[in-house]
């Protein structure tokens, strides 16, 4: 198999399942070695998550650290998992000076890990003012933070390397406001810019920085919710414009491998745009449409 990510070494954080998963795993396929990061590991699920698996009947979290980094190696790369809370900087520190002492090199970023499911409460479309303020820090501490303190570790390695991507999954739809959640449009938003503004101060040093927007994805939360599998998907109408996490992986790996990816830095990129310029498509063979929001 072409291996076009081989001796390459990537870290891809909040990857015990979801897009993070999906990314891991398309990096191992390309031959990548994987730094597999987030809190869940096999004998220690992740903390926080009971109302979200109260909420779709779940007795116990999906996913590990392990797994994944099980998952990236039979894909044909080398998965190291590596638990880490991605809100604590000393953890984050250790992660990447690990990183550094065994690879020696840091090829790319993925800013990927979470928290905004943690307050999630079954209401997704409501006025912002009867959102719970407990959204703010889910998704602005717990996320929107988890990416730049990453990023602030990760950006020393790859300007002394001069090379080097930061690639930051958010959601993004030609600047539209995603209607009933403020929270989370507001949170994506600033992921987009973050991405946009390390991308004005890495580009002098041969680092790019870009934002990623997947549609709607088929995680393991969303396939519970609809009372079906990834196997089974099909039979549910409802499901018929989501996309696998692996479609975003694919569009990771591509702009991973692209020699002149600094010329995308600074932008926010649909994968359903990726796929149509690189080549690629989804595990079912399909390129599917971007996901759009309606016109207010």
């Known amino acids: 198999m072409e291996q076009p990510l081989k001796d390459r070494v990537a870290v891809v954080t909040g990857a015990s399942r979801g897009a993070g998963r999906g990314i ?5 396929s390309a031959g990548a070695t994987v730094y597999v990061t987030g809190r869940s590991t096999r004998e220690q699920p992740a903390q926080g998550y009971g109302q979200l698996m109260a909420l779709s009947g779940l007795a116990a ?26 809100a604590r900087e000393d953890d984050v520190a250790a992660l990447f000076a690990r990183v550094e002492k065994e690879a020696g090199r840091l090829d790319l970023l993925v800013n990927n890990a979470w928290g905004g499911h943690e307050t999630f409460n079954g209401v997704f479309e409501a006025p912002f003012w009867e959102h719970p303020l407990s959204n703010w820090d889910s998704m602005f501490d717990r996320g ?15 300007v002394r390397q001069r090379r080097g991507l930061i690639a930051t999954t958010t959601f993004w739809d030609r600047g539209h406001y995603l209607r009933g959640n403020l929270f989370y449009d507001l949170a994506k938003a600033s992921m987009t810019r973050l991405a946009f503004g390390m991308a004005q101060e890495l580009r002098p040093h041969g680092v790019a920085s870009l ?13 519970i919710g609809h009372k079906t599998d990834e196997a089974h998907w099909q039979e549910r109408p409802a499901l018929a414009r989501t996309e696998s996490p692996r479609y975003l992986g694919r569009a990771i790996a591509a702009l991973a491998g692209d020699p002149d990816v600094l010329k995308k830095s600074g932008a926010a990129h649909r994968v359903a745009d990726l796929a149509r310029e690189y080549g690629f498509t989804d595990i079912d063979g399909r390129q599917v449409p971007a996901f759009e929001l309606d016109e207010p």
């Open 24 to 28: 891991a795993a398309e990096l191992g």
């Open 61 to 86: 979290l999906p996913g590990s650290i392990d797994e994944t980094a099980e998952e990236v190696t039979r894909m044909g790369g080398r998965g190291i998992a590596v638990r880490c809370d991605h």
């Open 144 to 158: 929107v933070r988890n990416h730049l303190l990453a990023s602030r570790f990760a950006a020393p390695i790859m």
């Open 211 to 223: 934002a990623v927007s997947p549609g709607w994805m088929r995680t393991e939360f969303v396939l």
